[in-house]
């Protein structure tokens, strides 16, 4: 048999393990995996290692972020970036905007993808309302039509729901079969303390992290775990930045409960101090959680060798620093409070991860794969389709060439930011090469093909792995 394409010459990382074989593509899906294999593409991968392209199941393309307010990427440079960084699927949220129902906003956001991606994606609901209609109609109707996921959160005005709301979410994701995802800080005990800080003058940036201590996420952590079993369903506790909040994963999971965890790149590389940077520089770190201390980055590296953490994405949540719709907005320089909440990411999460995981002997090829594509593929419904290298799935392959060394470079990448909080992060091991459906969109960091990225329906959660 002729392949379309043949990918030979790599170290294959499958579900099960690490192979040396071929690959045999034909109609955008793995029909081969082999020797000699013959195809009417071939791809010399020689050298290169080849990992299920990578799902970043949490990003923020286009989201409403507040009046003047408006996020870097489109779903143009958003997926053009994830896709450069060797990601084939991302999930963002669909927010409802002011006045918007979620059917509204889901339809707003898949007309803003339609014909612009250059990976598949899906979207996560962000569920902000409880009403009869949000929770007896729309909720049911879409997770019936593939969403199967949502976010809670605990925090942002606007966006914060009380504990009652949440388990009458709850309710609903244990009728329909859906994934809950919560962001878990404390938001009367950040309000208490952003007023006293700047009540003392403490408005600059290295503030946001100082009102937004490790017992705000610990206890939102522990009181969602409460929550859900209360509810009895199970849970993603969504970047998760230190140890102590961890810990209430690891316990929650020790009393029988299903809890699922996702950490980022900044709670193992960035610290509060980068909120501190010179004048107003410390704004290009700000996000929610905020980095901590280098002393939490070991504890979170447990979590992740270790298992606590099923889920490593990026967070990306993008805006432009020398704007006034971005970093720099109105009031941003007079109170930490007024900085957009965010960080860019899509683009060099996989690279740090695997630099700083794989190559520092911390994990292994399938760990990594794991935490990168597979467990993301399982827990919001797209495996076996999406995830792994095997036999009847997509082919999404990332290559990568594990000695090219390189540094992080705000001029190399292709998000729609203005800087990346990584600027100068030695990297060895890059993504050369990243495969869509058989078709090469992205290679050596730049985009090689026409957005051919669509959108995916999703199944119900896997939650037995
Ligand atoms: O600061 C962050 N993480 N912004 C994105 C929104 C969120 O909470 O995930
Ligand atoms: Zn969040
Ligand atoms: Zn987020």
Avoid at 120 to 130: A, C, E, G, P, R
Avoid at 195 to 222: I, M, Q, S, W
Avoid at 298 to 307: A, L
Wanted: contains cysteine; negative net charge; charged residues 20%.
């Amino acid at each position: 048999m002729t392949h379309d394409t043949v990918i030979t010459g790599a170290r294959v990382v499958t579900a099960s393990g690490t192979t040396q074989c071929d690959i045999g593509i034909t109609g955008g899906k793995i029909v081969t995996l082999g020797t000699d294999l013959k195809g009417a593409e071939v791809i010399d991968a020689a050298g290169l290692v080849a990992l299920p392209g990578g799902i970043d199941s949490h990003v923020h393309i286009s989201q409403p972020s507040g009046p003047g307010i408006e996020m870097a990427d489109d779903f143009t440079s958003g997926t053009r970036s994830a896709a450069c960084g060797g990601n084939t699927t991302v999930l963002p949220f669909s927010l409802p905007d002011e006045g918007q129902t979620l059917r509204e906003a889901v339809a707003a956001y898949r007309a803003k993808a339609e014909g612009n991606c250059l990976t598949d994606v899906s979207f996560h609901l962000i569920v902000k309302q409880t009403d009869p209609v949000t929770l007896g109609q729309d909720l049911p109707a879409l997770i019936q039509a593939g969403y199967t996921s949502f976010k809670v959160f605990m925090t942002y005005a606007g966006l914060a729901v009380s504990d009652r709301q949440i388990l009458d979410v709850m309710a609903v994701a244990k009728e329909q079969n859906a994934m809950v995802m919560v962001h878990a800080e404390n938001e009367d005990a950040i309000e208490f303390l952003r007023d006293k800080a700047e009540r003392d003058g403490e408005t600059g940036p290295y503030h946001h992290a100082t009102t937004r201590p490790v017992p705000v996420e610990r206890e939102a952590t522990h009181r969602a775990i409460s929550l859900a079993e209360i509810a009895g369903v199970p849970l993603t506790i969504v970047h998760v930045s230190n140890g102590e909040a961890t810990e209430e994963i690891v316990r929650a999971r020790q009393r029988g409960l299903t809890v699922f965890a996702e950490t980022c790149p900044q709670y193992i590389t960035l610290t509060a101090q980068d909120l501190d940077r010179d004048g107003f520089d410390g704004a290009k770190y700000v996000c929610s959680p905020p980095p901590r201390t280098s002393d939490e980055w070991p504890k979170i590296w447990s979590g992740i060798e270790q298992g606590a953490f099923d889920l490593f994405s990026s967070d990306h949540c993008p805006f432009r620093f020398n704007d006034p719709s971005g970093k720099d907005a109105p009031g941003a320089r007079q109170s930490f409070r007024n900085i957009p909440n965010g960080i860019p990411g899509v683009e060099t999460r996989l690279p740090i991860l695997f630099s700083e995981g794989v190559v520092k002997g911390r994990l292994s090829f399938e760990r990594f794969a794991a935490i990168t594509a597979t467990n993301h593929a399982k827990l919001y419904g797209l495996f076996p389709r999406k995830g792994a290298i095997m036999v009847g799935a997509d082919a999404d392959i990332t290559l990568w060439d594990p000695g090219l060394s390189k540094p992080i470079r705000q001029a190399d990448l292709n998000h729609g930011s203005d800087y990346t909080p990584w600027e100068g992060f030695e990297i060895t091991g890059w993504p050369v090469r990243t495969i869509l459906r058989g078709v090469t969109v992205a290679k050596d960091g730049a985009p090689v093909s026409a957005p051919i990225g669509t959108h995916l329906e999703r199944e119900a959660p896997d939650v037995l792995f």
